[in-house]
């Protein structure tokens, strides 16, 4: 498994996401993915804003509304990462939403790696992204036993 991890919300930060995603997801079904993407595409990482544009003329306005949902939340608290048993490999984030510092959560897994490159503003594509994480992915590939 290989997962980078996003913040932990409090409860304003997550209403606040939650008003913009409901106000995303309003905004593709009155006008479209681009127009509902042209507001956060600056606050994106690049690779991920690179990405996004990308995919916004494949995407189905629907399926983009439906999964625009901010009432939901991945955890409360680090110490529920605890439970991931599987094999994990983490890398570190750069961005608002994916915070460096909580890569350090790979403590709290049974059996995880922290990579030592990050997912940063340094990465502009997808190409950028996988020349930067491969390395890491093989080997941490490699320690896994076969199945």
């Known amino acids: 498994m290989l997962i980078g991890v996003e913040d932990i919300e409090d409860d304003e930060a997550k209403e606040a996401e939650t008003r913009f995603l409901d106000a995303f997801a309003a905004r593709v079904a009155a006008d479209g993915p681009a127009a509902a993407w042209a507001p956060a595409l600056a606050q994106l990482p690049p690779l ?3 990405m996004v544009r990308d995919a916004i003329p494949r995407s189905d306005p629907a399926s983009i509304a439906a999964a625009a949902s901010g009432h939901d939340r991945s955890f409360r608290t680090v110490a529920e990462l605890a439970a991931v048993t ?39 594509s997808a190409a950028d992204l996988a020349r930067a994480v491969a390395p890491a992915v093989r080997a941490f590939l490699r320690t896994l036993p076969a199945v």
């Open 48 to 50: 991920v804003g690179g």
């Open 86 to 124: 599987a094999p994990v490999l983490v890398f570190p984030g750069g961005d608002p939403r994916h915070p460096g510092a909580l890569a350090a959560a790979v403590a709290t897994l049974p059996d995880a790696r922290q990579a030592a490159t990050p997912v940063d503003g340094r990465l502009h």
